[in-house]
Nanobody
Framework: EVQLQASGGGLVQAGGSKRISCAAS????????IGWFRQVPGKEREGVSCISSTDGSTYYQDSVKGRFTISSDNAKKTVYLQMNSLEPEDTAVYYC??????????????????????WGKGTQVTVSS
């Protein structure tokens, strides 16, 4: 059974940094795409950043480019999202999702919810002004 566990959320001041983690289990961690998505009440879920294990390709939403970095540790089966220079607009519930059966490079490049089949519970990130 594929399981994804997001953790590391919390309260941070604007301008600060936070790293959130997505621990994966239930699949071979050698051919996958994992993405980070976020959602605030009343708004649609949006793709923040995605990574493909096939070639290490990454995608970043324009609003986080230069501030967020996605990375993976295959030995730990964990994907991280390092968030720097946080802004109040980054406040959201952050979810990680995985795609393990379709083209991981495609899934990472579109970084949209329809490209991912497995979802974990979210972790709340709150940025205070």
């Amino acid at each position: 059974e594929v399981q994804l566990q997001a953790s590391g959320g919390g309260l941070v001041q604007a301008g600060g940094s936070k790293r959130i983690s997505c621990a994966a289990s239930g699949f071979t961690f050698d051919d996958y795409a994992i993405g980070w998505f976020r959602q605030v009440p009343g708004k649609e879920r949006e793709g923040v950043s995605c990574i493909s294990s096939t070639d290490g390709s990454t995608y970043y939403q324009d609003s986080v480019k230069g501030r967020f970095t996605i990375s993976s540790d295959n030995a730990k089966k964990t994907v991280y999202l390092q968030m720097n220079s946080l802004e109040p607009e980054d406040t959201a519930v952050y979810y990680c999702a995985a795609e393990i059966s379709r083209d991981s490079r495609w899934a990472a490049s579109v970084c949209s919810g329809y490209a991912f089949d497995y979802w974990g519970k979210g972790t709340q990130v709150t940025v205070s002004s």
